[in-house]
């Protein structure tokens, strides 16, 4: 039995395992050019099956939001010669986590106020 505070995965070993063969398969035929959509299908899957004190993840990150900000992040390289590239990484993780939000918490945020 799970209590309310519990953070626990419901996920499987099988599931994951066609997650990326999806993902890679997607990627590898089409050169790289889906691999935001390949990135944006795992983390919905992530989110569906983590629960984060009794309440589960949503991923709400769109490919389409993910291709403009790659986009970007290549055209601050080349102009910066390679530089930005080192804070790719952490832009990266902030988008992901910006894209990520727990179901119910802030209906009862507000409802404290």
């Not at 989110?47 to 939001?65: C, M, N, P, S, W």
């Not at 804070?87 to 939000?101: A, D």
Request: aromatic fraction near 24%; charged fraction near 15%.
């Amino acid at each position: 039995m799970r209590h309310h505070n519990d953070s626990y995965f419901t996920g499987t070993l099988l599931e994951y395992l066609g997650i990326l063969l999806v993902s890679f398969l997607a990627g590898f035929f089409t050169f790289g050019l889906a691999a935001p959509w390949a990135f944006c299908y795992r983390e919905r899957w992530v989110a569906k099956h983590t629960y984060i004190e009794g309440r589960q993840l949503h991923f709400v990150g769109k490919t389409f939001d993910l291709w403009l900000v790659l986009l970007k992040w290549i055209v601050f390289s080349i102009f910066t010669l390679g530089l930005y590239s080192f804070v790719v990484p952490i832009r990266f993780q902030q988008w992901r986590i910006k894209n990520t939000y727990v179901y119910g918490y802030w209906d009862e945020y507000y409802a404290t106020e």
